[in-house]
């Protein structure tokens, strides 16, 4: 079992910064990925940001490409994901999730933390 728990969520105005983080622990996966995907309310799941335990693969939704940025500390088994120049549309519930490969699907990913809320005000 792998448990993921995040942090760093809060209220913040619109064109400031958040990063958030998720702990891993429990049996990770060493030559895994770790991911970011945010829902809405009365929106569907997204895939936010993902990369590898190696760091040599790293990918952004379009929607945040150039804003966003995934980062993680293996010693720590944290993923972190710093977020600049947010945008209202923003606005979600955040959520890690670990599995053994990449991806922008969330079905591919076996374990999810509990979601952090980020809310963006005007």
């Known amino acids: 079992q792998v448990q993921l728990v995040e942090s760093g969520g809060g209220t913040v105005q619109a064109g400031g910064s958040l990063r958030l983080s998720c702990a891993a622990s429990?049996?990770?996966?060493?030559?895994?990925?770790m991911g970011w995907f945010r829902q809405a309310p009365g929106k569907e799941r997204e895939f936010v940001a993902a990369?590898?335990?190696?760091?040599?693969?790293?990918y952004y939704a379009d929607s945040v490409k150039g804003r966003f940025t995934i980062s993680r500390d293996n010693a720590k088994n944290t993923v972190y994901l710093q977020m600049n120049s947010l945008k209202p549309e923003d606005t979600a519930v955040y959520y890690c999730?670990?599995?053994?490969?990449?991806?922008?699907?969330?079905?591919?990913?076996?374990?999810w933390g509990q979601g952090t809320q980020v809310t963006l005000s005007s």
């Open positions: 990369i590898t335990w190696s760091r040599n693969t790293i």
């Open positions: 429990g049996r990770t996966f060493s030559n895994g990925a």
């Open positions: 999730a670990a599995g053994r490969i990449i991806s922008t699907q969330g079905n591919l990913y076996d374990y």
